[in-house]
């Protein structure tokens, strides 16, 4: 089994320090196996600190890939790249802040159809990604076979599986990040044609370039995320003509934006499910059960 103890420098103090290396950053949902991916990675001193201006604690460290070194980001659990708690505002920062070499998205292969929803939102985003299934031990153990060359032609980025507390497949990881290049991944989900003329509109208004691309940028927007808020208005984007967008197609919809994206998101995510996986239980449809599973998540998230 991978040892998954490393040396850590002490934590609670804010980390300022910026490092030359190009980066590599996790991201995922909280207890998916991003920290034993990162510790198996980076080198055995590693730094915990808090993100400046917060309690929130990163993993960093220094990890050699294929014969070059590479900055080892682990960042808190999220669940979308619209965030609610704080650890994700941290995990959302990474993206408007940062231009890594490639962003390790690590998920729960047993759950897959919960969690690629954030799969194409980081593909909307235009970033470097690779998608790994970790924990394919459990899926295997509860029937449920995934087809990832399937999934790859699905999405167009890399996909690797592994069940990392056990070493299984990191050198497949090692071998695809040192080998990554970066391609442009067309948006693989289409909303309905209130959200995506608001889409275009916000987009076409959006004058500077930012960390991702403006499709999500105006989705964020959309959904009255303040940090993209905050963030357009330090660059002097027209502010008020977005947010007449916005007001505009809130009247269009009866549910909340947020709540509208998401569904509509997740309707792909079945689709596209359907086509890679298989499982041993069939009680109800993949389908139905996420659907079921989804909407009372997000009425949770929403009600707080």
């Known amino acids: 089994m991978l040892s ?10 804010e980390d300022e320090t910026q490092s030359d290396l190009e980066r590599i950053i996790l991201v995922g949902n909280p207890n998916v196996g991003k920290s034993v991916i990162f510790n198996h990675f980076s080198d055995s001193y590693a730094i915990v600190s808090n993100y400046p201006g917060t309690t929130v604690s990163i993993s960093k460290g220094k990890g050699r890939i294929g014969g070059k070194e590479y900055e080892m980001i ?13 650890e994700e505002r941290v995990s959302q920062s990474y993206l408007f802040d940062n231009d890594p070499f490639v962003y390790v998205h690590v998920v729960d292969a047993k759950n897959i159809q ?34 990832a060359s399937r999934l790859e032609q699905e999405l167009g980025v890399l996909v690797i599986c592994t069940t990392s507390i056990k070493g299984e497949g990191l050198d497949k990881l090692e071998e695809a990040i040192s080998k990554y290049s970066f391609r ?21 208004l959006i004058q500077d370039e930012y960390g991702i691309s403006k499709r999500t940028l105006a989705q ?3 959904q009255n995320d303040k940090v993209a808020f905050d963030t357009i208005s330090q660059k002097g984007e027209d502010v008020a003509a977005i947010k ?33 996986m298989t499982t041993g239980k069939r009680d109800v449809t993949l ?18």
């Not at 682990?74 to 704080?86: H, K, Q």
């Not at 442009?184 to 076409?204: C, L, M, P």
């Not at 709540?259 to 359907?274: G, S």
């Not at 389908?287 to 707080?304: A, F, H, M, P, Y």
């Open 220 to 222: 964020l927007l959309l």
């Open 114 to 147: 919960r969690m690629l929803p954030l799969t194409l939102q980081l593909i909307e985003a235009e970033v470097p990604l690779i998608l790994v299934l970790n924990m394919m031990d459990e899926a295997t153990e509860r029937g449920i076979e995934i087809n």
């Open 4 to 13: 998954i103890l490393k040396k850590k420098r002490c934590c609670g103090q």
């Open 74 to 86: 682990d960042t808190p659990g999220m669940y979308s790249l619209l965030p609610i708690t704080e």
């Open 244 to 276: 007449k967008i916005i007001d505009g197609t809130e009247k269009e919809y009866n549910n909340p934006l947020n709540y509208v994206l998401t569904i509509e998101r997740q309707a792909f995510v079945n689709d596209i499910v359907e086509n890679v």
């Open 287 to 304: 389908t139905e059960d996420v659907e079921k599973s989804s909407r009372t998540s997000l009425r949770e998230r929403i009600d707080g």
């Open 184 to 204: 442009h991944v067309d948006s693989k989900v289409v909303y309905s044609r209130g959200i995506e003329y608001a889409i275009e509109s916000i987009s076409s």
